[in-house]
């Protein structure tokens, strides 16, 4: 299996950082995302199947997700979090997160052996947003384009930052817990107008990861710039700047809602297509 051998080449960077980095991903049928009980079960299937530590079991944080987030926490399990969009959402993603270690704690297990990030989607918000803005028109609008999908990560990043400074995370931490990292996903540019590193060098706070796409990962490797920490100092903008959006119009519940939609379309989309071309493959025959 692919993903297990990508799990044996990561293994020594795994083991030099005490099981903080050196992940590999595996998702779920993302057709099982509105199912609770099937995500559960497929969920432990892949895990087993595996049979590797630093295995992350990717869910997308669906509604029906969030019980099998915790599900697959309180056994033990390693979870990406995927597709969160919205930050109530995130909230949600958080507490099903520490419920998970509660339950897994209170069953004996080694919260230290248990990893997850929160995959906070970025660019896509911008996207969406601008295309609001355009249609709405005017000055006022038009200025506040390529600002929302920032503004929306660094509170995220915020509600992290709350959470773990909680007498709720402190037990579990003196448990040996480690915290749900912040993942900045979808961090290639859509807008070619935009600087083509900017979910790289607007998202930088210590803890957190970021996925860059390959096109980013060369452009910032040429002329990216890391300038320190670029989250903290900026929540109070980022919160002013969300309330701008609803004050020209911009209906935020709506902009999330639709991205979650399109998003499980898109997973849907692809894991089908990936089907169909490992079907093609197999009848071929050896080349």
Same mark, same amino acid.
């Given at each position: ?74 056994? *033990?399990?390693? %979870? ?36 997850? %990030? ?38 995220? #990043? ?41 979910? %790289? ?22 002329? *990216? ?7 903290? *100092? ?6 002013? #700047? ?46």
């Amino acid at each position: 299996m692919v993903v297990r051998a990508g799990c044996e080449v990561l293994r020594p960077v795994h083991d030099r950082t005490d099981g903080v980095d050196g992940k590999v991903s595996i998702e779920i049928d993302p057709r099982l995302a509105r199912d609770t009980d099937a995500t559960v079960y497929q969920t432990h299937a892949l895990w087993n199947e595996v049979g590797q530590p630093n295995l992350m079991v990717r869910i997308p944080a669906t509604v029906e997700g969030l019980p099998a987030i915790t599900a697959a926490i309180a056994r *033990g399990i390693s %979870v990406n979090v995927t597709l969160i969009f919205a930050l109530d959402r995130y909230r949600q993603v958080v507490n099903a997160f520490a419920t998970g270690l509660e339950q897994a704690w209170r069953a004996g297990r080694d919260l230290s052996d248990i990893h997850s %990030v929160a995959s906070f989607f970025v660019s896509r918000v911008d996207t969406e947003v601008d295309r609001r803005l355009d249609a709405i028109g005017g000055e006022e609008a038009i200025a506040l384009k390529g600002r929302a999908a920032v503004a929306n990560a660094r509170l995220a #990043h915020q509600i992290h930052e709350g959470f773990v400074a909680g007498p709720r995370w402190q037990r579990l931490a003196a448990d040996g817990a480690h915290p749900q990292r912040p993942l900045w996903a979808s961090t290639g540019v859509k807008d070619p107008t935009y600087p083509d590193t900017m979910y %790289v060098t607007e998202l930088v706070a210590p803890g957190t990861v970021n996925t860059m796409p390959g096109g980013t990962l060369s452009a910032f490797a040429d002329h *990216g710039l890391v300038k320190g920490d670029t989250v903290h *100092g900026g929540y109070e903008a980022a919160r002013e #700047h969300l309330d701008s959006l609803r004050h020209v119009g911009v209906n935020y519940a709506d902009v999330t809602e639709t991205l979650e939609r399109e998003g499980m379309a898109t997973f849907e989309s692809s894991w089908d297509e990936f089907g169909r071309t490992v079907a093609r493959q197999l009848e071929a025959g050896p080349s």
